[in-house]
T-cell receptor, first 110, second 114 residues
């Protein structure tokens, strides 16, 4: 069963606009979430994380929002740049295992 | 600190052969996980090792196995290769893989089975 779900396989955004990537999770006991960015033929790179004690965490152009009641998190990229074009994975860890979503492919159009 | 390293970066094998992939985690990290990524798929979890013990295993056949050494380096072995095993194999390390831990990935090994 997919513990973490990314229902949008792809997203296209104009350069300079906001990109919003969404992720849903199944277990309300999950308390730590991460976003990774992946370019083709490379390993994923850690981007930003959030603990369940917060509802927002910001790092430069990247902000992650957590809505615990809805079991939903989102990654906002503002402003979007062509170099942000990549596959984005959300993830959580519980016990000794990390769970990853299936990824959203973001294309930022110049 | 050096990042996670994986060797080799590329491999070409034929059906029926076996292959061993190697992963060196970030210094001080004791948890090593392996993932398979195929086109259009997310990261499929293979297994996780901590202090030389396999703690978790994904839903892969027994042809996929691994081990971890006392220095936390890990190897993954695939026997009797099939065409469908062609994929990017990713290794990731973390301190302990609990709670608020973060996992860091290597560049991957691209395996092609002909």
């Amino acid at each position: 069963d997919q513990q973490v779900k990314q229902n949008s396989p792809s997203l296209s955004v104009q350069e300079g606009r906001i990109s919003i990537l969404n992720c849903d999770y199944t277990n309300s006991m999950f308390d730590y979430f991460l976003w990774y960015k992946k370019y083709p033929a490379e390993g994923p790179t850690f981007l930003i994380s959030i603990s369940s004690i917060k509802d927002k965490n910001e790092d430069g152009r990247f902000t992650v929002f957590l809505n615990k009641s809805a079991k939903h998190l989102s990654l906002h990229i503002v402003p979007s740049q062509p170099g942000d074009s990549a596959v984005y994975f959300c993830a959580t860890n519980t016990g000794n295992q990390f769970y990853f979503g299936t990824g959203t492919s973001l294309t930022v159009i110049p | 600190k050096a990042g996670v390293t994986q060797t080799p970066r590329y491999l070409i094998k034929t059906r029926g052969q076996q292959v061993t992939l190697s992963c060196s985690p970030i210094s001080g990290h004791r948890s090593v996980s392996w993932y398979q990524q195929t086109p259009g798929q997310g990261l499929q979890f293979l297994f996780e090792y901590f202090s030389e013990t396999q703690r978790n295993k994904g839903n892969f056949p027994g042809r996929f196995s691994g081990r971890q050494f006392s220095n936390s380096r890990s190897e993954m072995n695939v026997s009797t290769l099939e065409l469908g095993d062609s994929a990017l194999y990713l290794c990731a390390s973390s301190l302990v893989a609990h709670g608020g831990d973060t996992q860091y990935f290597g560049p991957g090994t691209r395996l092609t089975v002909l």
